[in-house]
């Protein structure tokens, strides 16, 4: 597997998502969970989703596909699915009910983790195939019966595991069930989330693997969510890195790994021995992600931040271009060193690494 | 196929010795049936009559407690359960026989429909967690909080005394004869809406909170919301996915109180003087009517176990978790 490059195609939107925002609680006791989360996914595209625990990343995934379990609540943006068979397109936020349904699964499928308490422990691993493929096509039994064991085949399940119930597959087998139960209906779009978290490492491999070959084969875009960035730098086109249910960065995956925008993406990447190349002193980020309920004021990653300056403190950092600006169009980061409007110091070495390895060491570009 | 017979065994086994400590309580007992008898009848009664009831009673002889103990595995096989003092010499076989459909009819329905209609109202208050629906469940657990004997008091006070509209004792109407005639069922039932009434109010709340708490536990479970995420109708994810592992709780504590039924019912049947076996059993604890009681504790201790039987294999067929292989 090699480290893939970012996709640069003018590839149409598959999924926009918008201004989103989700509470947990109601009234005065709510928790702002998500706040006006922009993210854009296209067609073919595998986009991961990174941050450390409770950073809003499941949160995200869920929201979007208006699966949020109380007391979520989603307060407001837009999440448009443009479906190329345009059979359900539109703002899954505003969706009727049945509408909703019959794009669910269909159209957008989510993988869980499997090996946790995804599936069902009352039924057989087959039943579970086959009601998800009953609720959207009308086929006769056996037909769906054979689709079932034709899915378990493609993730490497022999067929006769359709009569198991799931207390009797083990983790790794259990997260392929999962898999396939997502694709059998060839949706466009297959969220993951922490689809490998809670395997080995020589089982998440295999599941990996095995996610990049079905996708080639059948041409899905996955949102892919973990907390594993060294995982996500092999497996996807891009990443978005979220922290406190903001995201801080957007950008391909190798520019993420090579060139890290947002002192918190620096962060993450000190936290990891790299993959290749140099030995990198690992650092981690000192102290703990914040409290949704007491936010910093202004930038939420200032009390971490080393390069925190005043202005971190005053003004809230929103998602916009780097600070070279028109040459890196298509990456976008939430911090004020970034910012021309503000005034800041020049951005450190760390954050301003150029693809060709050049270093604007104490220049500031501006 | 192997489990099942494993479950029989133990069950087998555990009645066999329900049985054998039946037997063997009463004779640690001080005194004997005669002498209970001699008591009931306040010495009324001349030697002979003394010396034929140790006779009848088959305490004339010296024998063992082993030979006992087979004689009267032998007489319950036979289903001989011995004379009942209270109303001597009926045997207690005929006295069960003739007490236990009435509390089956009465207990036994108003158990499963109380079951059936408390879990339903849960898995609806379960799914709907945080609206409206909420509201209900002080009412709820106001019921669950009150004594059944005072419940049952307190219905006699307004429904059959006050505003007179239902029969405050009996389990029929005293002009009629026992028989399959619609006379005399159509008395039962008017008998019976009351006491079933009460005792389908004082059960249903604990099915409702039970049902509730679970659905709730069971909705927030990943495979709930791939059921969701699939796109399945909603009744189906309510009741296929949610309601359908939740229930697995509830179930065995159904079969539990239907194996209850026989002997859990005492209160219920005291206040409305229903002549069922619970009635029958209160007499017989007052007039220490030991071959009665004997014969009563028998019939609960079997209906327990066969419950719990029951209860195990509806288990093992809903929950293919619990099948030990092998």
């Given at each position: 597997m090699t480290i893939t490059t970012p996709q640069r195609t003018q590839a149409e939107p598959l999924l926009e998502i918008r201004n989103l925002s989700v509470d947990y609680?109601?009234?005065?006791?709510?928790?702002?969970?998500?706040?006006?989360v922009n993210l854009t996914l296209h067609r073919g595209e595998i986009l991961g989703l990174a941050g450390e625990s409770g950073c809003g990343k499941s949160t995200l995934a869920y929201a979007a596909t208006r699966l949020l379990p109380p007391p979520g609540v989603i307060t407001g943006g837009e999440v448009l699915f443009t479906s190329s068979r345009s059979r359900e397109s539109g703002d899954l936020l505003r969706m009727s009910d049945k509408q909703l349904r019959a794009q669910r699964w269909r159209d957008t499928a989510i993988v869980f983790q499997?090996?946790?308490?995804?599936?069902?422990?009352?039924?057989k691993v087959g039943k579970q195939l086959i009601d998800g493929i009953a609720a959207h096509e009308k086929m006769s039994r056996s037909a769906m019966r054979e689709r079932a064991a034709e899915l378990l085949t493609m993730v490497g399940?022999?067929?006769?595991?359709?009569?198991?119930?799931?207390?009797?597959?083990?983790g790794g087998m259990r997260q392929r069930v999962m898999i396939a139960m997502a694709l059998a209906l060839e949706p466009e779009l297959v969220i993951m989330d922490e689809p490998t978290t809670a395997l080995d490492v020589v089982m998440q491999r295999q599941i990996v693997e095995q996610i990049i070959e079905l996708k080639d084969k059948l041409g899905f875009s996955v949102i892919f969510i973990t907390h594993d960035v060294s995982l996500l730098i092999e497996l996807a086109d891009r990443i978005a890195i979220m922290y406190a249910g903001e995201i801080v960065e957007d950008a391909g995956s190798r520019e993420v790994y090579h060139e890290p925008r947002h002192p918190y993406t620096a962060g993450l990447l000190h936290s990891f021995p790299p993959l290749r190349g140099p030995k990198r002193e690992l650092g981690g980020i000192p102290g703990s992600p914040p409290d949704l309920l007491s936010l910093p004021s202004g930038c939420r990653f200032r009390t971490r931040c080393p390069y925190a300056v005043d202005a971190c403190a005053q003004l809230v950092p929103e998602l916009g271009g780097t600070v070279f600006g028109d040459e890196e169009p298509h990456r976008s980061v939430a911090c004020h060193l970034h910012d021309d409007a503000v005034d800041t110091p020049a951005v450190p070495a760390e954050l301003a690494v150029r693809p060709e390895g050049r270093t604007l060491l104490g220049v500031d570009p501006r | 196929m192997k489990y099942f017979l494993r479950r029989l065994g133990f069950y087998l086994f555990t009645a066999w010795a329900a049985i054998t400590l039946n037997f063997f309580i009463p004779r640690m007992l001080p005194g004997d049936p005669v002498q209970s008898l001699i008591n009931k009848f306040q010495g009324r009664l001349n030697t002979d009559a003394v010396e034929s009831l140790y006779v009848l009673f088959g305490l004339d002889e010296n024998r063992t407690v082993w030979q006992d103990y087979l004689a009267y595995l032998n007489n319950l096989f036979h289903g001989d359960l011995g004379i009942s003092f209270t109303y001597f010499p009926t045997p207690v076989t005929q006295i069960l026989t003739q007490s236990l459909p009435w509390t089956i009819a009465l207990v036994g329905l108003s158990t499963i429909i109380g079951f059936v209609l408390g879990t339903l109202a849960g898995v609806g208050l379960g799914w709907r967690r945080g609206t409206w629906a909420d509201n209900l469940l002080p009412i709820a657990n106001f019921f669950s909080a009150i004594p059944y004997f005072w419940l049952g008091i307190i219905a006699i006070a307004l429904f059959a005394v006050a505003w007179p509209a239902f029969p405050a004792a009996g389990g029929y109407d005293p002009g009629t004869l026992p028989g399959w005639n619609m006379e005399f069922i159509g008395g039962a039932i008017y008998h019976g809406i009351l006491p079933a009434l009460t005792i389908i109010i004082s059960s249903i709340s604990g099915w409702i909170l039970g049902m509730r708490n679970m659905m709730v536990t069971v909705s927030s479970e990943d495979y709930v919301t791939v059921a969701q995420a699939k796109g399945l109708p909603e009744r189906k994810v309510m009741f296929g996915y949610a309601a359908r592992n939740a229930v697995l709780p509830s179930i065995s504590g159904f079969a539990l109180s239907l194996g209850f039924i026989v002997g859990g019912t005492l209160v219920a049947e005291m206040v409305f003087s229903y002549p069922g076996i619970g009635y029958m059993l209160f007499q017989a604890i007052g007039s220490k009517d030991y071959p009665l009681m004997q014969g009563a504790f028998l019939v609960v201790t079997i209906s327990v176990l066969v419950a719990s039987m029951l209860a195990d294999f509806v288990y093992a067929f809903l929950d293919p978790r619990t099948r030990v292989e092998g």
């Open positions: 609680g109601y009234d005065d006791d709510a928790v702002r969970a998500l706040s006006n499997g090996s946790m308490n995804a599936l069902n422990p009352v039924y399940i022999s067929a006769d595991r359709l009569d198991s119930y799931p207390h009797q597959l083990s | -």
